[in-house]
């Protein structure tokens, strides 16, 4: 099981860090994924880091400005988003994987997936 909070509304230029608190599956082996969707559109990935070396991968669009991290000792995976656009606006997501992938995480890959947070960012 897993779950999202800790969105909100922030005004552009703002931060939020998002939590993932999981249970039920050995969260230390799994890659975990954050993941976005917006209204009209479809569901995108946005960063994911892997268990066994802490590497994140960054969707072009958010590279320098979110951050993906992970302390399985409170099986948790983190993403803090700073200089947040409204176009970062959406219902985030995180999911886990035992898959790796070389860089964007698939959303049909991934094999967990929890109830998302809103994400709401004002000009």
């Known amino acids: 099981q897993l779950q999202a909070y800790g969105g909100g509304l922030v005004q552009a230029e703002g931060s939020l860090r998002l939590s993932c608190a999981a249970s039920?599956?050995?969260?230390?082996?799994?890659?975990m994924g954050w993941f976005r969707q917006a209204p009209g559109k479809e569901r995108e990935f946005v960063a994911a880091?892997?268990?066994?070396?802490?590497?994140?991968y960054y969707a072009d669009s958010v590279k320098g400005r979110f951050t993906i991290s992970r302390d399985n000792a409170k099986n948790t995976a983190y993403l803090q988003m700073n200089t947040l656009k409204p176009e970062d606006t959406a219902v985030y997501y995180c999911a886990a994987t035992r898959t790796f992938y070389t860089a964007q995480y698939p959303v049909d890959g991934m094999d967990y997936w929890g109830k998302g947070t809103q994400v709401t960012v004002s000009s």
């Open positions: 880091i892997r268990w066994i070396d802490g590497r994140g």
């Open positions: 039920g599956f050995t969260f230390s082996t799994y890659n």
